[in-house]
């Protein structure tokens, strides 16, 4: 079953930040959105986001729907096409970005979070790596479908903290899984059925670390589904929040099924 969507992203470098480490990949010709969050001294996690994207998008180009293709991992059972392909790539690219580091000091340590939605056959995809964010607007409920992996996160699955807890929690922008630290990573996937309306909100931790996720439901349900209009709001107002770090929003409308 065909799905039909309208997207619109855009990546700032926020207020404190020299440079962007940030980068997004909007490919509606494949159904594909990633956003990615780069980590690493002298501006090499602009490097490993940057190859996540352009790997990504040249491997959805030979693999999807080419039954030569040869995947990088073997399929796992249980899972859609879609969700394979989403796992498959993100493993693809951990691998490439590790590769980098290894065999050239200077990229030594280079890693970036990775997410990203894939549509196909009436679904649609989810996958994670990190503490990058998907979120859901359906019927003007927002939803988080991806759980961070973060020291701040696994510590709140042990111990109830209370807002301001959190906010002073002295490791919360420490990630504890990435993209291209390892040979091997685990990849976090999901789908679900998409409907007519929904809006799909990809985004760097430089977003949520700044707005809750009422402000951010706000601004989507402001918008009434003017998904460029919502993204750079949302960017905006990230900023004026603080704009402690890079700001990625990547905003995707399902319009028919």
């Known amino acids: 079953m065909a799905i039909q969507v309208t997207s619109y992203g855009e990546t700032n470098v926020g207020r404190k930040r020299?440079?962007?480490?940030?980068?997004?990949?909007?490919?509606?010709?494949r159904m594909l959105f990633v956003v990615a969050d780069g980590m690493g001294g002298h501006g090499y996690g602009e490097v490993a986001s940057q190859m996540v994207v352009e790997t990504m998008r040249k491997f959805y180009d030979?693999?999807?729907?080419?039954?030569?293709?040869?995947?990088?991992?073997?399929?796992?059972?249980?899972?859609?096409?879609?969700?394979?392909?989403?796992?498959?790539?993100?493993?693809?690219?951990?691998?490439?970005?590790?590769?980098?580091?290894h065999s050239d000091a200077k990229y030594k340590n280079m890693g970036t979070t990775v997410v990203g939605i894939h549509f196909d056959n009436g679904e649609v995809a989810v996958a994670h790596i990190g503490d990058s964010r998907v979120y859901r607007l359906?019927?003007?409920?927002?939803?988080?479908?991806?759980?961070?992996?973060?020291?701040?996160?696994?510590?709140?699955k042990m111990a109830?903290?209370?807002?301001?807890?959190?906010?002073n929690f002295p490791h919360k922008n420490i990630i504890v899984r990435?993209?291209?630290?390892?040979?091997?990573?685990?990849?976090?996937?999901?789908?679900?059925?998409?409907?007519?309306?929904?809006?799909?909100?990809?985004?760097?931790?430089?977003?949520?670390?700044?707005?809750?996720?009422?402000?951010?439901?706000?601004?989507?349900?402001?918008?009434?589904?003017?998904?460029?209009?919502?993204?750079?709001?949302?960017?905006?107002?990230?900023?004026?929040?603080?704009?402690?770090?890079?700001?990625t929003a990547l905003c995707v409308r399902v319009d028919a099924l």
Not at 18 to 29: G, I, V, Y
Not at 138 to 151: K, M, V, Y
Not at 195 to 210: A, K, R, T
């Open 62 to 101: 030979h693999a999807l729907g080419n039954e030569e293709a040869t995947w990088p991992n073997r399929d796992e059972r249980g899972r859609t096409l879609s969700e394979n392909m989403l796992n498959a790539g993100f493993r693809y690219s951990n691998y490439a970005i590790w590769e980098r580091g």
């Open 160 to 167: 109830v903290l209370t807002p301001e807890e959190e906010e």
């Open 178 to 247: 990435a993209c291209g630290l390892k040979d091997e990573v685990v990849v976090d996937v999901m789908r679900e059925t998409p409907q007519v309306g929904d809006i799909y909100m990809l985004c760097s931790d430089g977003l949520n670390g700044e707005l809750t996720n009422p402000q951010i439901r706000d601004v989507m349900v402001r918008h009434n589904g003017d998904v460029t209009g919502m993204a750079q709001q949302l960017i905006k107002d990230a900023c004026d929040a603080g704009g402690k770090d890079n700001v």
């Open 18 to 29: 020299a440079h962007n480490e940030d980068n997004f990949l909007s490919f509606p010709e």
């Open 138 to 156: 359906r019927d003007g409920e927002l939803f988080q479908l991806t759980e961070d992996h973060s020291l701040l996160n696994d510590y709140k």
